[in-house]
């Protein structure tokens, strides 16, 4: 898919001074979610009362046409729940911004679906975490697994082609990778796998979720032998330590570079996987995203080249690039030291030799049934919200 | 699978395809096939855009005086964007324009 021209650098090395506009922008509408999974990202469930609205979302969407953003990878929480979901839907396609979005299926009825596979140039994306309802609905919930089975049998009735079955790899699914598989062709629809990352509640399970080591090579040499036809997001560059035979993909940490995320309330984070303060760019209400795009400190800071610490002096550097950078922040590990999930077994150490008592919280957490945190003032307590009581209050 | 690409015949970046610039060259869209392609080169991305302005492949690539090294990089490159439908063959209706 590359044109190349002889004397240039790779695009890898190119890409690492990132680009004009991201070519993958992951755009969070809302953290309301019907669901509750357990290992969720953003840590979702309760809208925020301070997301953006249908206007502002419509300006951001300027903005990224004249960006020439050709693409938005849309998420939430759970998207659709947004009365105006459609609306902004189909605001997007015209103007020149294609929309792929990120579904558990609650929405996706007949008549919807007829209307999504009418409408050129949008994606759906179905999350589907085992290929058994048993499996699934442990991480997802109960009913999760029929949801969106239903959704996906809607979406293939109604002649929708190449739609996505999104799996995050955990160690109770790995095993299930052919049965994904089958589900997929059978609904004629493609197949997208992506790591787990100890980011929002997944840093709550991610110690028994995980892949083992023997399921990392086990997924490793799946991804060798059925790679071309699966969509992984780019997230598994960490396993190319353990062949010589490269994964395709850019094999290349985008964050801030080439990809980043906005979320429901317009904060932008270097990517969907690290919504902490430390992370964070800015946000696009002051003065859009394309200023926070070009000119923030964070994003020039990593637009310039990274060390590899302690991962200098190992000889699988080339191939792993020292991993996810969301990985290790959240599991406590050094930015500039080993992947948690090392395939040469690094981080395991680095695990065993941290403080595990202070690991990073992430500066947003809307998960049902919890208080938000008050930062630094226990006295001082966050007023009760109307959406507390209702994760849906106004959206449906 | 590439087409061959006949010097002959003249082409032109399809329609359906926007460039985005960017410091290496540019990013390609088609908004058709929904595929991205890379232009990894500035002065290749004034070719594809120039392209459609001349009457064959053949008197595109000499008329930007490239040296013989260069025009076989970027036959290479035009091949791979024609493989994906991003450059494509002129149409005889819209040949005179």
Redesign the interface.
């Known amino acids: 898919?590359?044109?190349?021209?002889?004397?240039?650098p790779s695009?890898v090395e190119?890409f690492k001074?990132g680009?004009?506009?991201p070519?993958c922008l992951t755009w969070e509408w809302t953290y309301a979610c019907n669901l509750a999974c357990e290992h969720c990202l953003s840590s979702s469930g309760r809208r925020d009362p301070d997301e953006l609205s249908t206007e502002e979302i419509k300006r951001v969407i300027d903005e990224l046409e004249r960006m020439?953003v050709?693409?938005v990878n849309v998420g939430g929480g759970e998207p659709t729940v947004r009365s105006d979901f459609w609306e902004l839907l189909d605001y997007a396609v015209a103007h020149?911004v294609?929309i792929k979005f990120s579904t558990n299926g609650v929405k996706i009825t007949p008549d919807r679906a007829k209307r999504l596979a009418a409408t050129d140039?949008v994606d759906v994306q179905i999350s589907l975490d085992g290929a058994t309802r048993e499996v699934n609905d442990a991480v997802r919930g109960p009913g999760s697994f029929d949801m969106a089975m239903r959704a996906l049998r809607n979406l293939a009735d109604a002649g929708m082609r190449d739609f996505k079955i999104s799996v995050v790899m955990t160690r109770q699914n790995v095993d299930q990778l052919d049965e994904f598989q089958r589900i997929a062709d059978g609904f004629g629809a493609q197949l997208r796998i992506t790591r787990l990352r100890p980011s929002g509640r997944g840093a709550d399970v991610w110690d028994e979720l995980h892949p083992t080591g023997e399921q990392q090579r086990q997924l490793y040499e799946w991804l060798l032998a059925n790679g071309d036809r699966v969509l992984t997001g780019d997230s598994f560059f960490h396993l190319n330590a353990l062949g010589s035979e490269t994964l395709p993909g850019l094999n290349l940490c985008g964050a801030g570079r080439v990809v980043c995320l906005i979320d429901p309330v317009g904060d932008v984070y270097a990517c969907p996987f690290a919504i902490h303060d430390v992370f964070k760019a800015g946000n696009v209400r002051p003065a859009g995203f394309q200023t926070v795009w070009r000119d923030s400190e964070l994003f020039k800071d990593l637009r310039r080249p990274q060390t590899g610490g302690a991962c200098d002096s190992c000889a699988a550097y080339d191939s792993c690039q020292g991993g996810c950078m969301a990985a290790k922040f959240f599991t406590g590990l050094p930015l500039d030291g080993p992947d948690p999930e090392c395939v040469k077994g690094h981080g395991e150490h680095a695990l065993s030799t941290r403080d595990s008592s202070a690991l990073p919280k992430p500066s947003q957490d809307h998960s049902r049934g919890t208080k938000r945190v008050s930062l630094g003032m226990p006295s001082v307590r966050m007023p009760d919200r109307a959406c507390d009581t209702s994760p849906l209050a106004g959206l449906t | 699978m590439a087409p061959d690409l006949d010097l002959d015949k003249p082409y032109r970046l399809n329609p359906s395809v926007a460039l985005r610039p960017e410091p290496f060259g540019a990013l390609a869209y088609h908004f058709g096939n929904r595929k991205l392609s890379f232009l990894k080169a500035p002065e290749l991305v004034t070719f594809v855009r120039t392209l459609g302005e001349h009457a064959s492949l053949g008197e595109a690539l000499d008329a930007g005086g490239l040296t013989d090294r260069t025009k076989q990089s970027y036959l290479r490159a035009l091949a791979s964007l024609a493989a994906t439908d991003m450059i494509v063959e002129k149409e005889r209706d819209d040949r005179d324009r």
Do not use: R
């Not at chain 1, 898919?1 to 004397?7: C, Q, R, S």
């Open positions: 898919m590359t044109a190349t021209v002889e004397h240039t695009l190119q001074y680009l004009d506009a070519i020439q050709f693409y020149h294609g140039y």
